[in-house]
């Protein structure tokens, strides 16, 4: 069982930044891939970044590439996303997500995910 708590969320004017976290419990953090997910309100849940459980490889949705980056660190049982250059579409409930299995393709897909976190909201006004 892994379970998992965001934090960092907020409200930010277009063009800030802002740095997501995820806490994890369970001792075996390290071997999971782990991923970002945002829903806005009316749409659907959508992959935003992943990262492998070495840390050594990453992959990251088009609207998010150049501007986030996610990051982890096995050893506080972590994951984090740094986002730059927030835009009013980035507007949503970020989720982190941990999952078994890794390769760049499935790391996109919600359904690879076994385990989620409950979200912290983050606002971008214009």
């Given at each position: 069982?892994?379970?998992?708590?965001?934090?960092?969320?907020?409200?930010?004017?277009?063009?800030?930044?802002?740095?997501l976290?995820?806490?994890?419990?369970?001792?075996?953090?390290?071997?999971?891939?782990?991923?970002?997910?945002?829903?806005?309100?009316?749409?659907?849940?959508?992959?935003?970044?992943?990262?492998?459980?070495?840390?050594?490889?990453?992959?990251?949705?088009d609207?998010?590439?150049?501007?986030?980056?996610?990051?982890?660190?096995?050893?506080?049982?972590?994951?984090?996303?740094?986002?730059?250059?927030?835009?009013?579409?980035?507007?949503?409930?970020?989720?982190?997500?941990?999952?078994?299995?890794?390769?760049?393709?499935?790391?996109?897909?919600?359904?690879?995910?076994?385990?989620?976190?409950?979200?912290t909201?983050?606002?971008?006004?214009?």
């Amino acid at each position: 069982q892994v379970q998992l708590v965001e934090s960092g969320g907020g409200l930010v004017q277009a063009g800030g930044s802002l740095r997501l976290s995820c806490a994890a419990s369970g001792r075996t953090f390290s071997s999971y891939t782990m991923g970002w997910f945002r829903q806005a309100p009316g749409k659907e849940r959508e992959f935003v970044a992943a990262i492998r459980w070495s840390g050594e490889d990453a992959v990251y949705a088009d609207s998010v590439k150049g501007r986030f980056t996610i990051s982890r660190d096995n050893a506080k049982n972590t994951v984090y996303m740094q986002m730059n250059s927030l835009k009013p579409e980035d507007t949503a409930v970020y989720c982190c997500a941990a999952a078994i299995y890794w390769s760049r393709v499935t790391a996109q897909s919600r359904n690879e995910y076994r385990y989620w976190g409950q979200g912290t909201q983050v606002t971008v006004s214009s």
